[in-house]
């Protein structure tokens, strides 16, 4: 690069000087053209003027070519160093993203196996701890089912002792009714007898008292 920014300067010196040559020849022409110069001097200035420009421009030509080669061969040497940076970084990072994948797998891993722990723990904390509420939970119901037989033999204790009383006084108030009922019949066996001995008298006596009454009549 260094090389074609020399090259470019030298260029920028040519053309300075062309410049230089090209004004000096304008005042040559205007001297003559003071001095009252032929045809044929014009002529000659015109034609050295065409032959300046011509070799001006080939070495313009020339040293554009070359600035473009150079400047071609600097991109291109540019271009190879870029491309072989770039593939140096490529490898680099590549390096370096496998090295950070290898970190974090493994980084991973130890936190997979420190989590498992942790969960083992854990579980077994939790298991431990609802074998303890499992006992207790059965205690309780033991204790639980034994006040409710308890309670429940109370009650069927007293529930037999009320039944057993309910019993003996139906069985006396049945008593009571039994010997009403034998009483009110005998009584109306008594009354029936009576009614019947009655009609059994009037059924003798009408007759009697009917032939009695025949007997005066």
């Not at 050295?48 to 080669?69: K, L, N, P, T, Y």
């Not at 609802?130 to 059965?138: K, L, N, P, Y």
């Amino acid at each position: 690069m260094n090389d074609e920014l020399h090259d470019h300067g030298d260029m920028e010196t040519r053309v300075t000087r062309l410049e230089a040559d090209v004004t000096a020849i304008k005042i040559d022409v205007a001297v003559i053209k003071a001095n009252c110069a032929t045809k044929a001097d014009v002529a000659e200035v015109r034609t050295e003027m065409r032959s300046g420009f011509a070799e001006v421009r080939a070495e313009m030509q020339s040293g554009f070519a070359e600035v473009r080669a150079e400047m071609q061969s600097g991109f291109a040497e540019v271009r190879a160093e870029m491309q072989s940076g770039f593939v140096e970084v490529r490898a680099e990072m590549q390096s370096g993203f496998a090295e950070v994948r290898a970190e974090m797998q493994s980084g991973f891993a130890e936190v997979r196996t420190e989590m498992q722990s942790e969960f083992a723990k854990v579980r077994g904390e939790m298991q431990s701890e609802f074998a303890g509420v499992r006992g207790e939970m059965q205690s309780e119901f033991a204790g639980v089912r034994a006040e409710t037989h308890s309670e429940f033999a109370k009650v069927r204790a007293e529930t037999h002792s009320e039944f057993a009383k309910v019993r003996a006084e139906m069985h006396s108030e049945i008593a009571g009714v039994r010997s009403e009922i034998r009483s009110a019949v005998s009584e109306a066996k008594s009354a029936i007898i009576m009614w019947v001995a009655g009609l059994v008298f009037l059924a003798q006596l009408i007759p009697a008292a009917v032939r009695l009454i025949e007997k005066y009549i």
